[in-house]
């Protein structure tokens, strides 16, 4: 059970935070890009986009920021998890099979490892 204040000290979680700010910036950069072009796009073909208020295209430009840090915070937290679930899964199937050579190196099977391999016919090319 963790204490509190203890998260500090979790390596795992602090890169996993960092992870989703890092796509929390990019997101919100992206679709800030795409927002301003679209309110660049609007201003120039539409009437009642010019009619708007300041505040309420400065909304409209940061509704669309604030969904995109979302969208990409959540898209890189998915693919961190990933990534993290596949490198334990590996380190798992690592000791796993350390362990199953070790036993057989421990009963003096040959061909463990390289050591004592028995050729067989050269593969055809």
Do not use: C
Not at 53 to 82: C, L, N, P, W
């Amino acid at each position: 059970m963790r204490h509190h204040g203890s998260l500090s000290n979790d390596h795992e979680t602090n890169e996993a935070a960092w992870e989703a700010t890092r796509g929390a910036a990019v997101g919100a950069a992206k679709w800030g890009i795409f927002a301003a072009i679209a309110g660049g796009a609007a201003y120039a073909f539409s009437p009642v986009y010019r009619s708007l208020t300041v505040q309420f295209k400065v909304y409209i430009q940061m509704s669309g920021m604030i969904v995109g840090s979302m969208v990409e915070a959540d898209k890189r937290m998915i693919a961190y998890e990933h990534r993290i679930r596949h490198h334990k899964r590996m380190a798992r199937d690592m000791e796993v099979w350390r362990r199953y050579e070790e036993d057989f190196e421990k009963r003096g099977t040959p061909g463990v490892g390289g050591e004592g391999r028995v050729k067989g016919p050269e593969p055809e090319i």
